[in-house]
């Protein structure tokens, strides 16, 4: 396992690399991204980014891309073997998955874990005005659309049908196949939850525009901002993760306090 | 404690002898000819609040104090009731109001049941009774005169003896709960075939897949690839009634992913447009919503028993208790551009039953 | 008679207490209480911690009776549409049935309503565990013995009981949770050959959802269910009143006597303020524990669903035994369907339940035993039995634990799938291993209890011996503790003898094969023959 605490290293995963099975798992992710790739390549109403972005900018994102992100992506970010393209998949795309520390990749797995966020806010911008100025894609969202100010019953109900499945009715996450999961969503960022919508990232599905309009997803991060900041009426949630929770503390804390109670009623005086 | 002790008799003989019948067989059980004796009871011993006054007044110090403390505890909670109020939109009112009142409430409750039971332990008299056991049937007299009375109420009834009349009265009380069962089959509608409903959903030719819950028709431009839409039938969200039951057989998933993707059957080659297809969302096990879709694996999930399907052949099962795959609905463009059913679906959706085939 | 006399005196008495004794008076010419008084006052009960369980289950269950009549006065049993407009923001302006908008008013509308659903709900949880607890207690000293085989079928039919009543319960607000679960019903009923679609018609009136289930549910939930388990619990009291509760082995104790505390006034006490202390429990947890929050679930709808869709805990073991069928198990088979994956769990579940349900019957056959019983079996000294236990308590609790599968996954970065193997392993293989460990512990502290009474505990105490040896002291047992370790019932196998007809019929067979599984591995409790000799090696 190799880590990558200074990003203006090159990668050095090359013992990893020479691995056979090593290889075998990131073709497999490979293919995993290519799919993110094309979906959002292929998107016909995406809001493409045409603001002038300094060629400064880009240039410098560059530099970071070729030294960080080109083993994977390759050189022109057109993919490889163990890294999907990243032509056409938008500023967004990258918010998100190096703002939520998913990418760099630190390792093989299911799925790229949320980790501590390896690039400062400028790197990552700058990153993001280099893949955007490669072809047209989702652009960061405007800070509008992510003042948490919507309608939250609006919200709720979206998240009930479209997300709920996945990600828990309360945002706690949950299990998907073969050891992938849908995280929890507590303490996400407005931003990288509106990133997440419009840019499918790993098995998430799309949720563009005209399938969610930006005001209903506006309506969604409010609804789940109220949950993050309003406390559970009945006291503490237990990990909102339904009966199952519910049914093990009573057992534990319930039976258990009142057979602890039990003994000491029926133990005989001193 | 001469009485309890067994000593040089046998154990189990003693059992049987004095609890339960005249020698009740005791069974393969073992007879332990020299059993080790019963010793009686050990010697009793005081407690502190026995011998120490002052220990037996702080115990009854602590006794009355609790039970001070639960009046308390129903003050506060009839205080919290009136302080904490519930604010309209406002749960963390709720959460106080709750918290408060509860608290008060425990109080009262622990402080009542803590102070009885050292009561109870440190200061009410704490010798152990003894009971004799007595066997649980009755006496030999009780049971002859059971016996009796059963057989003085047959010569006095002729029950025994009238056969016709037993038999018909037999018959009769058989006979008087079977229209109470007829009655229960007003439970449901009486002109339906459950197995008819069952095999058909709102779909017809032409109607508009729509996004679920605002009934916005889709367009096929609107799904792009790796996208999944939650679908339910253009007008289902107009519906005066049975609007529930209908998306219980209706909702779709939408999904679009790249044609070469997709292994079709020929015979299903036109069900889908341009790598779009749709899926029943009712899991053909016993029919929760499968509504988690993986993009890139292209897997389905049904979150209650974990049945996966894959999208990509004719939602075939591949993980999980199910065994159908997920019906299809085959679609089309309109001239609109919208997308449409080209029918119902061709199967029934959602779990199995009996009547289907 | 001495009832007479008895009442006379007591009458005389309550006269000279002014009031009291007026009123005792009046209430007896009228209802001769003090008949019921002489009877069970001083009633002897035994004092141990685990006679106490089933007294959870039965202050759990008034718990739940007080708060739910405090909830009807607030809900609406209709299913009827109506738009919510309540004081929880996030839920405003959404259909949904008039119970479920009901549900939330008495969660944010009503002060101290969230409380009193909340201690309803964690007092049914704890209604269900008691009961499987006390089970459990009873299973395992043997207490289900002659003559309290029937009170064990009225137990368990009450354990039955209260799961219908929590699973009603739990689908009356008509959330998106329990209408899940209400949908898997459904699934599952219609997998029941020949009848299961027209249950399924008939329950829900129509097709699934319907608008009628809601309320049918709150006509068992309130009325039908807790009038029998309220007949039924009275059954059960008065079957513990007539045998007279079973006792630990110790010293003094017999199987013609009981040894405790009369009824008043120290179990009284006791138990009077137990029901506080339970009752205070539930109070502490439902003042600071969330429980059921169906503002989050939202209302039923069959589209959404949320991840970790679960029962709750006692309905578990019956969704992960559905979770645990591999694919494939359904065919189309004479131009019906047979649902294999629904019927395999439904069976397996109903032949659980049956051997649970009548195995003192069983034991009782196998080892011929007529006699009364009513001093109870350490688990260790009936290792089969004991055995049997643990192999059923590890195919409950892995199909217990499948329902949490997903759970499990992400809460411990595995695979659903890997955990769907290993608990498929676990449910087939686990009985077994369980059984087997379970014997071999019980008959090695059943050594170790032989090896105390014959030598003494150890000391820990090392001696040199004068002649270089070391030896380890030990010390001797005294005689009352020494009597529960001897006091035990010990049964052989048993031998088939051929009837009248000199013939071995195949019941005998059968219950000589059951016997010898049984019995085979035994160890007999030490006698005074041993005893002396033991001694006379010390000294």
Request: some cysteine; overall charge neutral; glycine content about 10%.
């Amino acid at each position: 396992m190799t880590t990558f605490n200074t990003p203006k290293q090159p990668r050095g995963r090359k013992a990893g690399r020479r691995s056979p099975l090593a290889s075998v798992a990131l073709i497999a992710i490979g293919l995993l991204f290519t799919g993110g790739a094309y979906a959002a390549f292929s998107t016909s109403t995406a809001s493409a980014e045409t603001n002038a972005t300094s060629q400064q900018t880009v240039g410098e994102g560059q530099k970071l891309f070729a030294a960080n992100c080109a083993t994977c992506h390759g050189l022109a970010a057109q993919g490889s073997g163990s890294g999907p393209s990243l032509i056409g998949v938008g500023a967004a795309a990258v918010d998100f998955q190096v703002g939520t520390g998913r990418m760099p990749m630190q390792m093989n797995g299911p799925q790229a874990q949320k980790k501590k966020v390896q690039f400062t806010e400028e790197q990552i911008a700058s990153l993001a005005a280099y893949v955007a100025s490669l072809a047209p894609g989702p652009g960061k969202p405007d800070a509008s659309l992510l003042d948490a100010e919507g309608n939250a019953a609006n919200g709720a109900e979206l998240f009930r049908i479209n997300c709920a499945m996945c990600h828990n009715v309360a945002g706690a996450g949950g299990a998907l196949t073969a050891g992938k999961y849908a995280p929890n969503l507590k303490g996400v960022t407005e931003a990288h939850i509106y990133e997440a919508m419009v840019t499918g990232p790993q098995s998430m599905p799309v949720f563009n525009d005209m399938n969610i309009s930006p005001e209903s997803k506006r309506d969604i991060i409010t609804y789940l901002k109220y949950l993050e900041k309003t406390p559970s009426p009945g006291g503490l949630a237990l990990g909102s993760l339904g009966p199952v929770s519910e049914g093990l503390f009573l057992w534990i804390f319930g039976l258990g306090s009142i057979v602890a109670l039990t003994v000491w009623i029926t133990a005989k005086s001193n | 404690m001469a009485k309890d002790d067994n000593s040089g008799k046998d154990l189990t003989a003693a059992d049987s002898s004095t609890v339960g019948h005249e020698g009740a067989p005791a069974g393969t059980a073992v007879v332990v000819r020299d059993a080790v004796a019963n010793p009686g009871f050990p010697p009793h011993r005081p407690r502190v609040t026995d011998l120490d006054p002052s220990a037996e007044r702080q115990a009854e110090r602590t006794v009355y104090t609790l039970f001070y403390l639960s009046i308390v505890g129903s003050v506060f909670a009839i205080v919290a009731y009136m302080v904490f109020p519930i604010i309209p939109e406002d749960p963390g009112s709720v959460r106080l109001n709750n918290l408060f009142i509860g608290l008060g409430l425990t109080l009262a409750l622990m402080a009542i049941g803590i102070g009885a039971v050292h009561w109870g332990k440190a200061l009410m008299f704490d010798h152990e009774g003894i009971d004799e056991r007595h066997p649980v049937r009755g006496t030999d007299e009780t049971r002859t005169r059971a016996v009796e009375i059963f057989h003085e109420a047959n010569v006095e009834s002729g029950i025994g003896r009238r056969s016709l009349i037993r038999n018909s009265l037999i018959g009769a009380l058989i006979a008087f709960p079977l229209p109470a069962v007829v009655l229960f089959r007003g439970l449901g509608p009486m002109d339906t075939n459950p197995s008819a409903l069952l095999s058909h959903t709102m779909w017809k030719a032409g109607t508009r897949l729509a996004i679920d819950p605002t009934g916005t028709p889709i367009k096929a431009s609107d799904v792009t690839l790796g996208s999944a839409f939650h679908v339910i039938p253009e007008g289902l969200q107009d519906l005066e009634h049975g609007k529930l039951e209908e998306k219980g057989k209706a909702a779709v998933l939408l999904m679009r992913l790249k044609p070469e993707d997709l292994n079709e059957l020929p015979e299903r080659k036109g069900w889908s447009y341009d790598g779009i297809v749709a899926y029943s969302k009712i899991c053909t096990h016993v029919g929760c919503p499968v509504a988690l879709y993986e993009q890139q694996t292209h897997n389905l999930l049904c979150p209650c028993h974990q049945s996966q399907f894959d999208v990509t052949n004719h939602c075939e099962v591949i993980f999980g208790p199910a065994k159908r795959p997920l019906p299809q609905l085959p679609i089309a463009v309109d001239s609109e551009g919208y997308l449409i059913a080209q029918s119902d679906f061709t199967e029934p959706v959602g779990p199995s039953f009996w009547e289907r085939h | 008679m001495s009832t007479a006399t008895t009442t006379t005196e007591l009458v005389e008495t309550k006269k000279s207490g002014g009031l009291t004794g007026a009123a005792a008076n009046y209430i007896d010419e009228r209802t001769s209480i003090s008949t019921a008084v002489k009877e069970l006052g001083r009633k002897i009960f035994p004092d141990h911690w685990s006679f106490l369980l089933g007294e959870v289950a039965l202050y759990s269950f008034v718990i739940i009776l007080l708060s739910g009549s405090f909830l009807t006065f607030f809900f609406h049993a209709s299913m009827t549409p109506v738009e919510y407009d309540g004081s929880f923001m996030p839920l405003k302006g959404v259909e949904m049935s008039a119970a479920m908008a009901s549900s939330l008013d008495i969660s944010f509308d009503i002060r101290g309503g969230l409380l009193m659903r909340q201690v309803h709900h964690w007092a049914a949880l704890l209604f269900v565990a008691a009961i499987g607890l006390h089970m459990l207690r009873i299973y395992f000293t043997g207490a289900f013995r002659k003559p309290r085989e029937l009170n064990w079928i009225i137990g368990f039919i009450l354990f039955i009981l209260a799961m219908a009543e929590g699973f009603t319960g739990y689908s009356l607000p008509d959330d998106l949770l329990s209408g899940n679960g209400l949908r898997i019903i459904d699934g599952m009923v219609k997998g029941i050959p020949l009848i299961g679609t027209w249950i399924s018609f008939l329950l829900f009136g129509g097709e699934f959802p319907g608008e009628q289930i809601v309320g049918r549910l709150y006509s068992l939930h309130i009325l039908l269910l807790p009038a029998i388990i309220v007949a039924l619990i009275a059954m059960h009291l008065l079957f513990v009143v007539v045998h007279k509760h079973t006792q630990y082995p110790g010293a003094g104790r017999t199987n013609q006597n009981v040894v405790g505390y009369p009824v008043l006034p120290v179990y009284a006490a006791k138990a009077g303020g137990f029901f506080f202390i339970v009752f205070g429990v539930v109070m502490l947890m439902a003042s600071l524990f969330t429980i059921n929050p169906i503002w989050n679930y939202g209302p039923y709808d069959p589209s959404p669903v949320s991840a970790g869709t679960q029962p709750d805990w006692y309905i578990g073991f019956a969704d992960g035994a559905l979770r645990l069928i591999p694919p494939g198990l359904e065919f189309v088979w004479l131009d019906r369907t047979w649902s294999f994956n629904i019927l395999i769990p439904l069976i397996s579940l109903g032949l659980f339940i049956l051997v649970v349900l009548i195995y003192p019957f069983i034991e009782a056959w196998v080892t011929g035993d007529k006699r009364e019983h009513h001093i109870l079996d350490r688990p260790r000294n009936a290792p089969t039995r004991t055995a049997i236990g643990a192999a059923g308590v590890t195919f409950y609790a892995a199909l217990w634990a499948t329902a949490s599968s997903d759970i499990i996954a992400t809460h411990f970065s595995v695979t659903m799938e890997g955990v769907i193997h290993t608990m498929q392993f676990l449910v087939l293989v686990g009985p077994f291993i369980a059984f087997f460990v379970a014997k071999r512990i019980c008959l090695a502290l059943q050594k170790k209890d032989r090896e105390i009474v014959l030598h003494g505990y150890e000391s820990g105490r090392i001696v040199r011996l004068p002649g270089g040896e070391y030896i380890e002291v030990h010390q001797p047992v005294d005689e009352y503790d020494r009597w529960k370790l001897v006091s035990y019932n010990d049964y052989k196998p048993l031998m088939i003898r051929p009837n009248a007809d000199g013939k071995i019929t195949v019941g005998q067979k059968a219950r000589a094969g059951l016997s010898r599984w049984f019995f085979e591995d035994r160890i007999a409790p030490v006698n005074n023959t041993e005893l002396e000799q033991a001694h006379g090696d010390h000294h």
